[in-house]
């Protein structure tokens, strides 16, 4: 139950919260997630950059939305999985999506120098929110 929460969140934020029944704060998640989305141009980045249009991703990106999506996205897939079972230490299962956090947020810093931005900045973020989800799955 704990990792569908996770996975509902990894594809939406604020899924996993309404998977866990925490309507009003999936609803709220999703809002934001709508509204950072929409007013950084995050999603027709994605599409550029997938497409090999990479400077064009770069260009139409607004930053000032865009380096609030990192730590929002890595908090709400925590969040779905925290609160999804209980009995986790909140200490320590945060640190992996604090790391995914962080490495999303550098690399959105630096996303001008890198080949790939979109998927560079997705794959430091989910890469160390699955080892954590995977580490502690028994707690």
């Known amino acids: 139950m704990r990792n569908i ?13 309404i998977y866990n029944g925490q309507l009003f704060k999936g609803i709220i998640f999703v809002f934001l997630e709508h509204f950072d989305n929409i007013f950084g141009k995050i999603n027709q980045a994605i599409h550029l950059d997938f497409n ?53 947020e550098m690399g959105a810093i630096f996303a001008p120098k890198l080949a790939f931005p979109t998927v ?5 973020m989910i890469i160390p929110m699955l080892i954590g989800i995977f580490l502690f799955r028994k707690q």
Do not use: R
Not at 5 to 17: D, I
Not at 69 to 77: C, E, H, R
């Open 52 to 104: 090999g249009f990479h400077q064009q991703a770069l260009d139409i990106t607004v930053y000032d939305f865009m380096l609030f999506y990192p730590g929002f996205y890595t908090y709400a897939v925590w969040d779905a999985w925290y609160y999804a079972k209980e009995g986790a230490n909140k200490a320590t299962t945060a640190i992996p999506f604090i790391i995914g956090g962080f490495l999303g």
């Open 120 to 124: 560079t900045v997705g794959l430091l």
């Open 5 to 17: 929460a996770a996975f509902f969140s990894l594809l939406m934020p604020g899924f996993g919260q």
